[in-house]
């Protein structure tokens, strides 16, 4: 931390120590107010910079900085001269703060990229159930469209409850399946046993599981999106943008575009702007 000394334009520098404790972050604020700090730097290093960002940003004026725009001299980095260093930035005002959203779209973030990743875990989950589905020898996926339709879920829990029989478990069949029952016959024709039963029983669990977690956070979000309802709808014009896209593009940007400065740099905050990466030379 730097502050102004007696003489203008010169600085006098204090260097301290302070935990990450909820309390001590506490008294980290009150100590800089004590000084009159008029302006508190601090760079984007993983989530390290949170606890301190989101109790000093209600009373203090922050600077949420990217590394990569306050590089220290090479070869001399250390947490202190790294300190003085974005200070004196900080105080001739060279620091260009990075974009952070108000707490209600922090929270719509963290809730999209929960269910982002569960979705991804549920998917990964099928997959594995699929590869063990080959094991045993039964082929539900070559001729089902989803082991997680209707058809496919009642064929499963038959095989679980200890059901062998091709033909009987080709009659769970519905929709357009039922014109391919013989395919689905002769692709429920396996070896499948207890232990098969027990994995399958397993896996399903563990799916239904994510399905509820799913469910969970879309009603949360749901709840959440009621102020940027409008806002929604009109991104679900854009073609090819459905109301998940549009959730995540408000969880990520915010409602309000003003605070970037260009289209292309909220394209690039979205994580929209195309690659331009080359494997080989010319």
Not at 195 to 208: C, G, P, S, V, W
Request: charged residues 25%; aromatic residues 6%.
């Amino acid at each position: 931390m730097r502050l102004p000394s007696a003489r203008k334009g010169q600085f006098s520098s204090t260097v301290s120590t302070w935990a990450s404790t909820a309390d001590a972050i506490l008294d980290l604020r009150n100590f800089l107010e004590r000084q009159d700090v008029t302006i508190v730097a601090m760079e984007a290093t993983g989530d390290y910079w949170k606890p301190f960002y989101y109790v000093l940003e209600n009373t203090l004026p922050v600077l949420l900085v990217n590394a990569k725009n306050a590089r220290n001299i090479p070869g001399r980095k250390t947490d202190v001269s790294d300190a003085a260093w974005l200070a004196q930035l900080a105080a001739h005002g060279l620091l260009r703060p990075s974009f952070v959203p108000p707490p209600p779209i922090r929270e719509l973030r963290d809730l999209t990229r929960a269910r982002a990743i569960t979705v991804r875990d549920r998917t990964r989950e099928i997959q594995r159930l699929e590869k063990f589905l080959e094991s045993s020898g039964i082929k539900l996926s070559a001729v089902a469209s989803s082991l997680t339709g209707v058809s496919s879920r009642e064929i499963l829990e038959d095989l679980v409850a200890g059901q062998r029989d091709p033909q009987i478990l080709a009659a769970h069949a519905k929709g357009k399946l039922r014109q391919r029952i013989p395919e689905l016959t002769a692709a429920l024709n396996g070896s499948f046993g207890d232990h098969h039963a027990l994995m399958t029983k397993l896996y399903l669990e563990q799916i239904d599981a994510y399905s509820r977690r799913v469910k969970t956070l879309t009603d949360a979000i749901e709840r959440l999106m009621q102020p940027y309802r409008h806002t929604r709808e009109t991104l679900c014009t854009i073609p090819g943008v459905s109301a998940l896209v549009a959730d995540v593009l408000i969880a990520e940007t915010g409602a309000d575009k003003s605070v970037f400065s260009t289209a292309g740099h909220l394209a690039s905050w979205a994580g929209v702007c195309p690659g331009s990466n080359e494997s080989t030379g010319p």
